[in-house]
């Protein structure tokens, strides 16, 4: 069964930095997403992206975050200036309509220190 | 977004059948009725998803009633492997014709299966 990739699986940075965190989606969806899980809490949104463009987005991603689908097959999400706050686990999920539901990938924990 | 509520958590024995119900009172007519199930350090992963009445597919069955109004995730015969966070999520497939679906989670029910 196809799924979706996410890569690395851990990353440390320190606070202040950038970060990159990839997504390979599954290859024939057209919606891609971001949500976010701070360890103990709920799954939270961040952002929707459909032809090349955000959809949706919510009140934590702000100017710090980005979105970009740089080819064909990758979708990220850059956060520029990273703060503590922002340590949690990253998902990436796609889906091949509006009515179809999401395909997650196994996340990115990111750790800001 | 409708607001869901579910248990936060339920034990099981193996091999015993679980329901997890979800309240759902103020869900609209073009909303549908979603399960992901999560385990630890794992994204999301969808279970099943309804309208009304009654789904079924090779791991599920998710019962609707009339007013839509709750849903019932039933797993026929668990195991330890079921052990997992389980999400009843619900909204509105493309409605507002903006080519997305903000997903609103919940805090789930955390199911224990015991041996």
């Known amino acids: 069964e196809p799924e979706v990739t996410q890569t690395p699986s851990h990353q440390v940075t320190q606070m202040g930095q950038e970060v990159i965190l990839r997504c390979v989606p599954i290859?024939?969806?057209?919606?891609f997403y971001w949500y976010r899980q701070i360890l103990g809490q709920k799954v939270e949104f961040l952002v929707s992206?459909?032809?090349?463009?955000?959809?949706?987005k919510s009140e934590i991603f702000d100017d710090q975050f980005s979105v970009e689908r740089p080819d064909g097959s990758n979708f990220t999400l850059k956060i520029r200036s990273t703060k503590l706050e922002d340590s949690a686990m990253y998902f990436c999920?796609?889906?091949?309509?509006?009515?179809?539901?999401?395909?997650f990938g196994n996340g990115t924990r990111l750790t800001v220190t | 977004l409708a607001k869901t509520t579910q248990p936060i958590s339920m034990d099981s024995y193996e091999g015993q059948e679980v329901n997890i119900t979800c309240s759902h009172n103020?869900?609209?007519?073009?909303?549908?009725i979603t399960w992901y199930q999560q385990f630890p350090s794992q994204g999301p992963r969808f279970i099943i998803q309804?309208?009304?009445t009654k789904v079924t597919n090779e791991v599920a069955s998710l019962f609707i009633p009339a007013d839509r109004k709750s849903s019932t995730l039933s797993l026929p015969r668990v195991s330890l492997s079921d052990t997992a966070v389980y999400y009843c999520l619900v909204g509105d497939h493309g409605y507002s014709g903006a080519g997305s679906y903000q997903l609103t989670f919940g805090k789930g029910t955390k199911l224990s299966v015991i041996p």
């Open positions: 103020n869900i609209a007519t073009n909303d549908y």
């Open positions: 290859s024939n969806h057209l919606y």
């Open positions: 309804g309208y009304k």
């Open positions: 992206f459909y032809n090349n463009e955000i959809s949706e």
């Open positions: 999920a796609s889906s091949d309509s509006q009515n179809s539901p999401l395909h």
